[in-house]
């Protein structure tokens, strides 16, 4: 099968959904053209293709790992990730690992799991849903060096399977360009600057006492600059995703935002501010293996990804964040959104009423 979104049109009757994808779809067709022939090609052409299937602008942040445990616990843990990567096939469109997750993997003597990954998917898309999918799957270790450390790190990180690593550009471009230029030399392989985090440590630390004031706009400004294929901001903090599209990012790059769930925002709430995509764990994978719960981490998966679309197509239309409608299908799932969060959406409405998205 060929058909646009076909298994969001398998799994979903709601037409407007279909349109919130294709929306969603021409942001990321203006930031391919950015890319052909650059460093990062290859992660948003990638992106393309799987979300032209799944019409999933979401990724599992596949965290899952042994810290706490004793290591001779590793391959029930492998089995678990396993099961993670089966359920969401389909609904989501790729996977972020953690620098734990990876390590893991490697305790596991697995050096090729990121194909694995990739193999469990595809398997699960075509058993589901008659459809051969490729996903994106990168790592989230922030990569913080002088430019040969940095350069020999990410060369190895390519090497494993990869499609992008993240990088802190705090740590100059210099150090950047050591990434980059092992993006480039691996098939022009993505590079994500970390530009803005979800912690308050960050958020009221060092944004406010380390840095010069407008120093993140630097940054922002950087990221556009060096040409990289993403960078990170927080989707517990939707302003500053919705002022920086507005004034910075645009359709440049993708913007990819985690700090759903526990840190406050709901799925939808970055792609509302303007994001590419959004990153959801805990929410969708804990509770997995609880007896108790009548939760299933493929419908978990699914309504957050029908989340997601009802916020952009809120976006597109200029109406208030849709938070009734997706508390009530997540309501099983005891969803939390942090007073901030409502805050800053409600504030993205009124400049969206008055300017419009952009």
């Not at 602008?57 to 590793?74: A, E, G, H």
């Not at 913007?255 to 501010?273: E, T, V």
């Amino acid at each position: 099968m060929n058909s646009l979104f076909n298994i969001l049109t398998q799994t979903s009757e709601d037409s407007e959904l279909i349109s919130a994808a294709n929306k969603q779809l021409e942001h990321y067709s203006n930031i391919e053209i950015n890319y052909q022939g650059n460093t990062g090609k290859e992660f948003i052409n990638k992106w393309i293709e799987a979300y032209k299937k799944t019409g999933s602008p979401i990724f599992v942040n596949l965290d899952s790992n042994i810290s706490n445990k004793s290591l001779t616990s590793v391959n029930s843990i492998m089995e678990e990730m396993e099961k993670i990567v089966e359920s969401t096939a389909g609904h989501v469109t790729g996977y972020k690992l953690n620098f734990q997750s990876m390590l893991t993997f490697l305790i596991s003597k697995r050096i090729d799991f990121v194909t694995e990954i990739r193999d469990i998917y595809k398997s699960s898309c075509k058993r589901q849903f008659n459809e051969i999918i490729e996903p994106v799957v990168w790592l989230d270790q922030k990569l913080a060096d002088i430019p040969n450390t940095n350069y020999q790190s990410a060369d190895i990180l390519f090497k494993l399977g990869f499609d992008a690593v993240h990088g802190h550009p705090l740590l100059g471009p210099d150090s950047m360009a050591g990434i980059q230029r092992a993006a480039e030399e691996n098939g022009n392989k993505g590079v994500v600057y970390v530009v803005n985090m979800t912690h308050d440590g960050f958020n009221q630390v060092v944004k406010r006492k380390y840095l010069l004031p407008g120093a993140i706009d630097v940054l922002r400004n950087q990221t556009i600059k060096d040409r990289v294929v993403g960078t990170i901001e927080p989707a517990n903090r939707p302003f500053e995703i919705f002022d920086s599209y507005s004034r910075i990012y645009r359709d440049n790059l993708m913007i990819i935002s985690i700090g759903i769930g526990i840190q406050g925002a709901l799925p939808g709430s970055a792609l509302y501010a303007g994001a590419s995509c959004e990153g959801i764990g805990r929410f969708i994978i804990n509770g997995m293996d609880d007896p108790k719960q009548d939760i299933s981490v493929e419908k978990r998966a699914k309504l957050c990804k029908e989340c997601s679309l009802l916020a952009i197509l809120a976006r597109e239309n200029k109406n208030e964040y849709p938070l009734g409608p997706i508390n009530s299908k997540l309501k099983q799932y005891r969803p939390e959104i942090s007073e901030q969060t409502k805050i800053e959406l409600d504030l993205i409405h009124k400049n969206l009423k008055k300017h419009g998205k952009n």
